[in-house]
């Protein structure tokens, strides 16, 4: 089982990530994905995942500004796929400019985040957003 | 036959060069160059030759001369000289005896017939006084200063050729109308110098003949023509063509013409201007008066002499006014290549629009406005004139020296502008150049009135007639100015194409600059992302790597490490704030604007509870008066609140008790907001920059802030068309206005 899958290409970001949830101290699983290929790959059981069983996430954490497939791309592609069709997908951006949030939402994200820029506030987002898709949130699972 | 419906065309229609007679004084014979064999034959012949016209044709040319002491060989190898040499006119005119007298034999080819024609010789003694009176008169014309002296010596030497009681110099208007110049005559009679005679007076065909056949005498009016008789069969329906014959009768219509004037011989030399008929000498006698040959010639002579030296004369005048306008015109090119704009390099410069032509007045519609230079009709006179002008459907130019006839409404305007030359600029934007003349108010004396050529005789019947009184008839002519000159025309035509090349020059331009502000657009839309996201990122970086150190190893730091690191944290919140607000700065510059009505009561409501969030243990009160709505952006509506309220906010932060008052006001045509605080105020000397980028005042500095809220509000105003400006005073508080037009700009 895995709680949050994360895709993002800054690691920094990445890192912080991760010292947050540990700060957390709930045991949550998570994996961050580099590049939305790979991630894509993941979810969907090709290229380097194929023939494998993959597990699929309580959340997906999607930035949308990454290098290759952008998170818009990955939104897209993962929606049009029956198995993660219905997955809760959280946009992760640094940019809170109308358009982007607008053509996320058009591509069928759950919900909007935007990066704070600092630790502390980070943190409480995060705790925030674990608590409601972890614990709260009532998701349809495709086996 | 009595035409129903009389009209000068009449005139213009009857076949002058094939009457079918010949003036009695002389006589003529047409033969085929071939055979030398008689095909006509004036009926007067048999007073020549003792043979009946009759029993001539058909003969050859040797049957003619059988009743006369001439034989017919004479006439044959004369025939045979001229021929070989095909110039027949080379020997005319000829001198023959015959049966005791001297006759001119006049010889000429036209239209596959020689004709032949004898007309009686004049005294020996004028020709060395004719050849004296050239040898004088072609020293006249180099002396001559002005055209008129020119024309008055030239009218005085023709009289002495030919000895008339009249000769006068009649000149054609543009409109063939005719003016007596210039006037030679004999102290009894009454003076015609002066007088205007309507184009009607010589009709069309008659001023074709003029053209070709440069001399024209009719002996006696008052004689009776003798008829030209045709060989049986020849040609079918075919007369003889007389339009080179020295004898060809005259119109039944001249002849009462001149009856009318009195006058029983006239003759006519005609004046050309490069091949056109510029004017003709009319020689007038009282009595029948037959000049012979040499002296007609002489008088053609002097005539041809004349018509040379007016083309001279006239080409050198036009040379010298085309090289002034040209001059102009190029100076006036230049001042356009130079200033690179068109109203000032035509209007504003020394050398203007004006200089290009003999023009009074000039006036440029352009960009919707209107310059006038010199005597020009008044602005709205020209702004209707352009709308005149467009619908005409003028392409490039236009001309008239009659503007009132065209155009009625210019019938109040001219004195100054009866006459009118515009080049159009642009069609569409409506866009002309104007040049005016005033009228020529002409005290013209008309030899008649040329509006009443009909007469209706005793017995009822209506005929074409000239005019019976030459009673001098008055008119003013209206409405009519100087005409335009070709060198006029032309360089306001090459005027046009400089204006244009300027002006689609400058069309290129801004199109080359527009397609620099969309790069440029999309080169910042580039770089705002990069601020947004790229530059963001590694901030956020530096803020949450500094919180964690902080957070985990603050326990191991000095106090002045904890303040330095604290600083660090304090300064990425500044910077992501100024990134921010360049951010929505430029947002607020290029994104479209999506216009509708916004409840600004919700919209207020909202922002006081944002901004009482944030201010908690404040006495921060916020009294919202009347809202009116809106029309505007809802984003960039709320951002423009949402600056002016969190500013009255902050500068309120030192006052005890903070006050922010907000009203709207509806008026005709817009809605004005006010937001009036009790905080510290400004100087409103430094008020001029107060919505400069970055620029803060001074006794803002204690107060966070990027410099660029009210950029940004004054990004939005300008983007509604709307209005902003306020009133302040140090510690007494600041009140903003915002007026929002009711009908926004889309």
Redesign the interface.
């Known amino acids: 089982m895995i709680d949050v899958l994360y895709v993002e290409d800054n690691p920094n970001d990445a890192d912080i990530f991760g010292r947050l949830i540990r700060k957390l101290n709930r045991s949550i699983t998570y994996t961050v994905f580099s590049s939305g290929s790979e991630a894509l790959d993941y979810l969907r059981e090709q290229g380097r995942y194929e023939q494998q069983k993959t597990t699929l996430p309580k959340l997906l954490l999607l930035d949308l500004n990454l290098d290759g497939l952008s998170g818009l791309d990955v939104l897209e592609q993962t929606r049009a796929f029956a198995r993660t069709r219905y997955l809760p997908i959280v946009a992760f951006s640094t940019s809170d400019n109308p358009k982007d949030i607008k053509s996320a939402y058009e591509a069928g994200i759950n919900a909007y985040v935007v990066k704070p820029g600092s630790y502390q506030a980070t943190g409480a987002v995060l705790e925030k957003m674990c608590d409601f898709w972890l614990e709260n949130n009532t998701r349809i699972d495709y086996k | 036959m009595t035409p129903s419906i009389i009209d000068l065309t009449n005139c213009e229609r009857e076949p002058i060069h094939i009457l079918g007679h010949i003036q009695s004084y002389g006589y003529l014979i047409a033969i085929q160059p071939d055979t030398y064999a008689i095909v006509h034959a004036s009926d007067n012949i048999v007073d020549l030759t003792g043979i009946e016209a009759a029993q001539l044709l058909g003969q050859p040319i040797s049957k003619l001369l059988t009743g006369t002491d001439l034989p017919g060989s004479t006439l044959i190898e004369i025939l045979n000289v001229v021929g070989r040499n095909e110039s027949w006119e080379s020997m005319n005119p000829h001198r023959l005896h015959l049966n005791g007298k001297y006759w001119n034999l006049i010889i000429h080819y036209y239209k596959g017939l020689i004709l032949l024609e004898w007309e009686p010789i004049g005294n020996d003694q004028n020709l060395s006084i004719n050849q004296q009176l050239i040898a004088q008169a072609l020293s006249e014309v180099q002396s001559s200063r002005t055209l008129d002296e020119l024309l008055q010596n030239t009218a005085r030497r023709v009289k002495s050729i030919i000895g008339y009681d009249r000769v006068m110099v009649y000149r054609f208007g543009p409109d063939w109308h005719g003016k007596v110049v210039a006037e030679e005559k004999d102290d009894d009679l009454e003076p015609f110098l002066g007088l205007h005679y309507p184009a009607t007076d010589i009709p069309r065909q008659a001023r074709e003949l003029y053209k070709v056949n440069l001399v024209r005498m009719i002996a006696d009016a008052g004689s009776v023509p003798s008829r030209i008789l045709s060989k049986p069969g020849w040609p079918e329906n075919q007369p003889l063509d007389l339009t080179h014959s020295v004898l060809r009768a005259v119109s039944p219509v001249h002849i009462e013409y001149l009856k009318n004037m009195g006058v029983q011989a006239s003759m006519s030399i005609s004046l050309l201007y490069r091949g056109e008929l510029w004017g003709l000498i009319s020689c007038h006698n009282t009595s029948p008066r037959f000049v012979d040959f040499p002296a007609r010639q002489a008088a053609k002579f002097v005539s041809q002499l004349l018509s040379a030296s007016l083309e001279f004369r006239k080409d050198k005048e036009d040379q010298t006014n085309l090289l002034q306008y040209q001059q102009t015109g190029q100076q006036l090119h230049e001042q356009l290549l130079l200033s690179d704009d068109v109203v000032r390099a035509l209007t504003k410069l020394p050398i203007t629009a004006l200089h290009v032509t003999g023009a009074t007045g000039a006036a440029l519609l352009f960009n919707n406005k209107v310059y006038r230079l010199g005597a020009t009709p008044d602005e709205n006179a020209i702004r209707a004139l352009g709308d005149w002008v467009g619908a005409t459907g003028t392409e490039s130019f236009l001309e008239t020296n009659q503007l009132p006839n065209l155009y009625p409404p210019a019938e109040t305007f001219r004195a100054v502008g009866a006459g009118l030359l515009t080049i159009v600029l642009s069609r569409e934007l409506n866009e002309y150049l104007f040049w005016f003349k005033p009228e020529r108010i002409e005290q013209v004396t008309w030899a008649g009135n040329p509006d009443k050529p009909v007469t209706v005789e005793d017995d009822g019947t209506r005929r074409l007639s000239p005019r019976k009184s030459f009673a001098a008839w008055t008119e003013i002519v209206h409405n009519t100015s100087e005409p335009w000159s070709e060198a006029e025309i032309s360089v306001v035509v090459k005027l046009r194409e400089d204006i244009l090349q300027i002006v689609t020059k400058q069309a290129n331009e801004i199109r080359l600059l527009n397609q620099r502000l969309q790069l440029a657009y999309e080169e910042l839309d580039a770089f705002s992302y990069t601020v947004?996201?790229d530059l963001?990122?590694?901030?956020?970086?530096i803020?949450?790597?500094t919180?964690?150190l902080v957070?985990e190893y603050g326990a191991d730091l000095t106090p002045d490490a904890q303040a330095l690191l604290q600083k660090v944290?304090d300064s990425?919140?500044r910077m992501?704030q100024l990134i921010?607000h360049i951010?929505y700065y430029s947002?607020m510059g290029r994104s479209e604007l999506d216009t509708q009505p916004i409840d600004m009561r919700q919209l207020l409501d909202g922002i006081r509870e944002e901004i009482m969030v944030t201010t908690k243990d404040r006495l921060l009160h916020f009294d919202i008066g009347e809202t009116p709505a809106i029309k505007a952006d809802p984003?960039m509506a709320l951002q423009l609140f949402t600056n002016l309220l969190s500013n009255a906010a902050k500068y309120t932060q030192l006052t005890t008790e903070a006050v922010v008052r907000i009203k709207g006001v509806q008026t005709d045509g817009e809605v004005i907001y006010s937001i009036e605080d009790n905080g510290i105020g400004f100087d409103m000397k430094q008020a001029g920059k107060i919505f400069d980028l970055f620029k803060r005042l001074e006794n803002a500095r204690a107060f966070d802030g990027s410099g660029v809220g009210l950029a940004i509000v004054k990004r939005i105003v300008n983007r509604h068309q709307g209005k902003i400006w306020f009133h302040s005073e140090p510690n007494q508080g600041t009140t903003f206005f915002v007026s929002f037009p009711v009908i926004p700009a889309t």
């Open positions: 947004s996201h963001r990122t590694p901030l956020s970086s803020r949450c790597y919180e964690i957070e944290i990425t919140d992501r921010r951010l947002r984003t």
